[in-house]
């Protein structure tokens, strides 16, 4: 156990709804990351956040927003959702703001389906 | 182009052998390496972090090295373990501004079989 938890573990939705996905960090990582893993695709960064604010952008849409909170727990939102947003999307979460040599520890992930 | 790749993409192999996967990165400025474990469905798991001055580090049963010079790396696994099937995925962190960047892999699928 990571110490990272995802919720829902798995969501099923239709074309053009938005969702939420919610992760909570390790007891003491101020930091957060949503990565996208799609089907046989590497992990893609979406997006980090260092105790509230937003620290690195990588591959987002604009469709998918994030926030973290004061109680540093995260979310994720997708919206407009098409069948490619399908995949699995990791949280993880770290003490620092940089990965020189911090370790990051991921979540169980939450599986999104898009019918 | 800051790129990671991994072979072989799958690799079966039978229980207690030994196996070895490959991991190609141009990635620079460079800043460590990572290895981690990533049973289906599940979140990756972290094996070994290198960076540039570490040659080899071990964990267990896994052993990773890294030739920073020809920029590759390997994961070896000794006596496989049924429960060593997973994805192993080669991670490079990329050094710059005011967050390291990593750039992950696509992994070697690992099947061992009894």
């Known amino acids: 156990d990571s110490g990272v938890t995802q919720t829902p573990k798995h969501l099923i939705t239709a074309t053009g709804q938005r969702v939420t996905l919610r992760c909570s960090p390790r007891s003491g990582d101020l930091s957060v990351y949503w990565y996208q893993q799609s089907l046989d695709q590497g992990l893609q960064f979406l997006i980090q956040y260092y105790n509230g604010e937003e620290r690195a952008k990588g591959n987002i849409l604009e469709r998918f927003s994030a926030q973290q909170f004061p109680d540093l727990h995260s979310e994720l939102n997708l919206s407009s959702l098409e069948l490619g947003d399908s995949a699995l999307y990791f949280c993880?979460?770290?003490?620092?703001?940089?990965?020189?040599?911090?370790?990051?520890?991921f979540g169980e992930g939450s599986r999104l389906t898009v019918l | 182009k800051n790129q990671v790749e991994q072979s072989p993409q799958s690799l079966i192999i039978l229980e207690g052998k030994n196996c070895t996967l490959q991991?190609?990165?141009?990635?620079?400025?460079?800043?460590?390496l990572r290895w981690y474990k990533q049973d289906t469905g599940r979140g990756p798991v972290s094996l070994t972090i290198?960076?540039?001055?570490?040659n080899t580090k071990s964990n267990g049963r896994y052993t990773a090295t890294l030739d920073a010079d020809t920029k590759q790396s390997s994961l070896h696994i000794t006596a496989s373990q049924l429960s060593d099937s997973a994805s192993y995925i080669c991670v490079v962190s990329h050094l710059g501004g005011a967050t390291n960047k990593l750039i992950f892999g696509t992994g070697t699928l690992l099947a061992v079989q009894p």
């Open positions: 991991c190609n990165y141009t990635v620079s400025p460079f800043s460590n």
């Open positions: 290198m960076t540039f001055s570490e």
């Open positions: 993880a979460s770290s003490f620092g703001t940089s990965l020189n040599t911090g370790e990051l520890f």
